[in-house]
C-alpha cells in the first residue's frame, strides 16, 4: 500500500504574492504532481486487489474511477484557463485521498494480509 506522505507537500504558503504566471506554475506543477500520484496509487492498489480476488473491488474501483474523473476534468479547465485552483480544492482532493487511503485501503489491506496468512 502507499502512504499518504506525497500529499503533504502543497505549496508552502499559498498568500504568498507570486507573479501570476508563476503561481500558475508552481499550482500546475502541484496539481500535476497530485493526479500523477493518485493514478499510480489507484493502478497499484486495483491491481492486487484484482490478484487476490477482493471481494468489493467493484465499489473500490468505482470511487477510485469518480475521483479520477473529477481530477482530471479539473485539471483540464485548470489548464486550459476555464478555471481556477483554490487552496480548498487542493485540500479537498488532498482531504478525501486521507479518508480514502486511512479508512477504505485499510479494508483491501486486511483482506490482503487475511490471504497471506
Ligand atoms: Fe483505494
Redo the contacts with the bound molecule.
Keep these: 500500500m502507499h502512504s499518504i506522505e506525497g500529499y503533504s507537500s502543497l505549496p508552502p504558503n499559498c498568500t504568498t504574492r507570486w507573479p501570476p504566471a508563476k503561481a500558475k506554475q508552481i499550482l500546475t506543477q502541484t496539481l500535476n504532481s497530485l493526479v500523477n500520484y493518485t493514478k499510480t ?2 493502478a497499484s ?1 486495483e491491481a492486487l486487489m484484482q490478484k487476490y480476488r477482493y471481494p468489493e473491488y467493484l465499489q ?1 474501483k468505482a ?2 474511477d469518480k475521483l479520477t474523473a473529477q481530477v482530471v476534468a479539473f485539471q483540464s479547465d485548470f489548464t486550459a484557463g476555464r478555471s481556477m485552483m483554490t487552496v480548498d480544492l487542493l485540500h479537498f482532493i488532498k482531504n478525501w485521498l486521507a479518508h ?2 486511512g479508512q ?2 485499510q479494508k ?1 489491506a486486511s483482506f490482503l494480509k487475511q490471504q497471506a496468512a
Design positions: 496509487h489507484f492498489e473500490h470511487e477510485h480514502h487511503i477504505i485501503d483491501v
